[in-house]
């Protein structure tokens, strides 16, 4: 081969690795490239995450709470908020639960409160209230208020016409209730009373409704009687402690017999197993 053939070769040949060194060059600055792509795209990703994870998370545990109310039926949840005031401008993670639920279990018609927290910003309150069983007209410094008793005894005030205007929860006057505090207790006698009422209320026949008061006479030795008024009749029923079912039906039985014969009978009296009535 002459020289001229060599040499024209080896310019050829050196011209092709030329090309095939700028193309991996290429390649290699494209790979470099993607690759700050990724890294920009991954870092941007990372930083709309955190975004993400602040503005769901971390800002509404130091923001104010959502407070959110379960078991309230004849309160207003104004009422709660308002006693609930101390920690009004609490953030999330600031609330005190076991503050919150002390504050309401001193309130004389809760009878069970429990406060949790719920990640990021929610707080749920749990309120069971008292059920009343009977009421009494109090007078508190020369004014009269209506005061509700429920089964075990406490006394606690609800400011709710249904409650007050309901027929089934009986009037009861006579209870030795000095100076009064919400949520202090009647002594423990009353409270087989309040258990008879109870059960009698839960009956389907609403009794009570044809009751306009029971009057809680003492006796000596710390026991008691009751009085009972029926609603239609202006006769006041003597009776002993026993208020069940059939002592209420065995009342409207002798009214009516009574009432019958005697139209001026103004008191009966039912004690010691037996029956005798008073006139006019």
């Not at 207003?76 to 999330?92: C, G, M, T």
């Not at 017999?257 to 197993?273: F, G, H, K, Q």
């Amino acid at each position: 081969m002459s020289d001229a053939a060599i040499s024209d070769f080896e310019e050829f040949w050196g011209s092709f690795e030329g090309v095939k060194t700028s193309e991996k060059a290429d390649k290699k600055a494209s790979e470099k490239k993607y690759i700050a792509l990724k890294i920009v795209v991954f870092v941007l990703g990372f930083f709309l995450f955190v975004e993400g994870i602040i503005y769901a998370f971390v800002l509404p545990c130091f923001g104010h709470p959502a407070i959110i109310y379960s078991g309230l039926d004849s309160f207003a949840r104004k009422d709660i908020a308002e006693r609930l005031a101390p920690l009004s401008n609490s953030s999330w993670t600031g609330f005190d639960t076991d503050r919150a639920a002390s504050i309401l279990s001193n309130v004389s018609y809760i009878e069970r409160v429990s406060v949790d927290k719920r990640f990021p910003d929610k707080i749920f309150i749990s309120v069971k209230e008292r059920t009343p069983v009977a009421k009494t007209i109090l007078s508190v410094n020369g004014v009269s208020k209506s005061v509700q008793i429920d089964e075990n005894c406490v006394l606690f005030s609800i400011q709710s016409d249904s409650i007050l205007q309901d027929s089934s929860v009986p009037l009861i006057s006579g209870l030795p209730i000095e100076n009064l505090q919400e949520g202090m207790r009647l002594p423990a006698k009353y409270r087989v009373l309040m258990e008879q009422i109870s059960a009698i209320r839960n009956l389907s026949q609403k009794y009570f409704a044809a009751i306009s008061e029971i009057q809680v006479v003492p006796k000596e030795y710390g026991n008691y009687e009751l009085v009972l008024y029926p609603t239609q009749a202006k006769v006041r029923v003597l009776t002993d402690r026993s208020l069940t079912e059939d002592a209420l039906k065995y009342m409207m039985v002798v009214l009516d017999v009574v009432n019958s014969i005697e139209p001026d009978v103004v008191e009966v009296d039912l004690r010691y197993d037996s029956l005798s009535y008073r006139c006019r």
